[in-house]
Structure formats: C-alpha cells, structure tokens
C-alpha cells in the first residue's frame, strides 16, 4: 500500500454510496434526496446509490420516503431504504449511521467495486449539485475527506447569534493559522476548514473495512472513525470545495450532535452563558509537540528522541513504531498517549481567545518570515 492505506486513482459516481441515518426526519430528509438526485452525474440511466437508514421513527418517516420514489422526484437514485428499531443501548446515531455504512459497503461489493466509496451526511443537510463530485476528486490525494459545515438558520433572524457563529469561526481559522506556520500538513493545505463531521465524510470502502468500521458509540462516532483512518496512516483532507449547509434547530436527533451545540450558543447570546475556548498557547504546545513527533519519525525513530519527548517503554509498546505505515500514523498514536497526561487544557472567553490566537498567529508568521 506504500506510504498510504490504499493509494488509489480517480473513482466514478457509479462507485459511490451515499449513508443517511435518519430518526424522525419525514420534513427534511426528502429535500436530502432532492438534492442527491440532482448530484453532476446522476441519471436515471446511471444512478447514485443512497442508503436511509430510517431509524427508530415515529413521525412517518420511511412514508415520505416511498411518497416521493412513486412520485418519480428521485428517479436518478437507487435507494435502499431500511426500517430499523434499535432498543437500549444501541438506540443511538452511532449505531444507525455504523448500519447505513456496512450496507453501503455490502451494496458496494455485491456491484463488484469493494474499492468504492462511501460517503455520509445528515438527514437535515442541504447539499450542493457538486458535493458527490467535489468528495470524489479530493480522495485522489486523500484517504479521508470532511466537508465544511455552513450554518444555515433558516428561519433564524437574531445578528447576535450570527455574530457569534462568526467569532468561533475566527478563533478555529486562527487555529489553523497556527499550524500552517509551526507544522503544515502537505496533504492538506490552505485554504481549508477544520470540520469533518457526519455531516460529510468521504472514504473508501475498503479502508472503511481496514479500520474496523464506524465506532458504534452514542456521540463522536465520526470523530472516532477519522481519527481510526489517521492512525492507520491515513492523509485526512479538509477539502474547500466539499461543504453542507447544516441546521441551526436547537432541538436534535443525536444526543451531543450539532443542536446540542446551537442550543449552547443560543444560551450564550441570550441568556449570557460561559463559552469557554482553549487558551493560544495550549495551540501552540500542541502543535510543537506534534512537529517535534513527526520529526522524530522521519530521522529514524531513535528510543532516545522518542523519550525525550514523553514516550515510555509502555507507550511504544502500545504505539507499534515498526508497524506505523507512515508519520501520520505514529504521530496520531504518539499524541493520544501524551495527550491522555495532560491534564485539561487552559481556557478563556471566545473574544478574549480569538484575540489572542490571531495575535499569536501574527507574531509567529512575521517571525518566520524574518
């Protein structure tokens, strides 16, 4: 496979499964549909495969589904639709989204392209004509790829709230800045976003099978699954080209996912709730110290360097230096060790720390342009 899990050339839409959990979604999923049935490329005589996973509904959702085939809105879809009920403590996203995944995967195998893709969104998302495309044409130079959320309020009129979406967006570009200037990623350059979400995932099939597939817990199941890739030595791509447009609603259908948090910055405009974000330097620390790793893998991986910075005998064990394919794998094992000592990271108010990364950012590329 050489540096890479599974280097591979260009992939048609013909090769592709889009995943869709869906809980209670009857009004937004068949706008989803819509818009994959208008992806560049589908057609009723080369259709794009979808799977819905319509789980543990109680608001007609798999109907508006059936509703809109008879209708002939989607004929440029092959759609598998399937009901499912999950009970206890497997009624989570985790599961349904881990369900639509593996039929993506059998679906794919049963056509004869095991080396196809699978793709993931939400129920609620809008998505652009390009997304499929756009997702397709990052993975020739990615094993993974996430797709920018924008946040669509709908209905949401408050400049407030809008003003504050903005401010965590500056504060997570100015993240990103720093890392461009202490140790940018060759695989996945500026521009580019930080999300890689559910919202919109991209990977192969057989890479999806390597990892051991989604991570079947109740929240951070698409975290979980990048952060698999990346272990396995996998080049994640935050791709400007591949964005969804998600909901602002206050009220989910996944404990811990996006509405979770829309509901946590709506208390914060409004009511005056704390949001704290981790301090500049915290950026900083880490981001050496991933440099640092990642330079001690390419010079050979001495036990002397890679004690030096933190590492015991048991964390080598456990890291797999020979095993690691590539410097991303070991760096992504590397830090989970180190960053399970350090304890929780220094916060402050979003306007006091995103004046502090962009200063700090600033400072830092005048320095290395000196």
């Known amino acids: 496979m050489g540096d890479h899990p599974g280097n591979h050339g260009s992939t048609s839409l013909a090769s592709a499964v889009v995943c869709v959990p869906a809980r209670n979604e009857a009004e937004r999923l068949p706008r989803l549909l819509r818009a994959l ?41 092959s759609l598998r639709l399937i009901e499912e009920t999950f009970v206890g403590i497997a009624a989570h996203v985790g599961t349904a989204r881990r369900r639509a995944l593996d039929e993506g995967a059998a679906w794919l195998d049963a056509s004869g392209t095991p080396d196809g893709v699978l793709l993931t969104t939400d129920a609620d998302a809008w998505l652009d004509p390009s997304w499929v495309a756009a997702n397709l044409r990052a993975l020739e130079r990615a094993e993974i790829v996430g797709g920018r959320l924008v946040i669509d309020a709908e209905d949401e009129t408050d400049p407030a709230l809008a003003a504050f979406h903005a401010r965590v967006e500056r504060y997570w570009a100015g993240v990103r800045a720093l890392e461009d200037t202490l140790d940018p990623p060759p695989h996945d350059p500026a521009p580019r976003h930080g999300d890689h979400t559910g919202g919109s995932l991209a990977l192969r099939a057989s890479l999806y099978r390597a990892v051991g ?49 829309m509901l946590r910055r709506s208390r914060v405009v409004r009511e005056g709730e704390a949001y704290q974000l981790p301090v500049a330097a915290h950026w900083q620390t880490v981001i050496l110290r991933r440099a640092a790793l990642r330079r001690a893998f390419r010079e050979g991986a001495s036990a002397a360097a890679l004690h030096a910075l933190g590492l015991d005998a048991a964390d080598l064990a456990a890291i797999d230096v020979p095993g690691c394919p590539n410097d991303i794998a070991f760096v992504e094992r590397a830090h989970a060790r180190l960053e399970a000592r350090d304890g929780p990271a220094a916060e402050c108010g979003l306007d006091e720390a995103v004046a502090a990364v962009e200063a700090l950012a600033a400072f830092l590329k005048r320095e290395t342009a000196a």
Do not use: F, W, Y
């Open 37 to 77: 049935a208008a992806q560049e490329g589908s057609s009723a005589a080369a259709p794009l495969k979808v799977v819905v996973v319509a789980n543990n509904c109680t608001d007609g959702t798999a109907d508006s589904v059936r509703a809109l085939e008879s209708s002939g809105a989607i004929d440029t879809l």
């Open 213 to 261: 597939g989604l991570p079947t817990i109740p929240r951070g199941e698409d975290n979980a699954l990048v952060a698999a890739v990346q272990r396995a030595g996998g080049r994640l791509r935050h791709c400007p080209a591949v964005s969804v447009r998600v909901s602002a609603r206050t009220a989910g259908r996944a404990e811990g996912g996006m509405a979770t948090e």
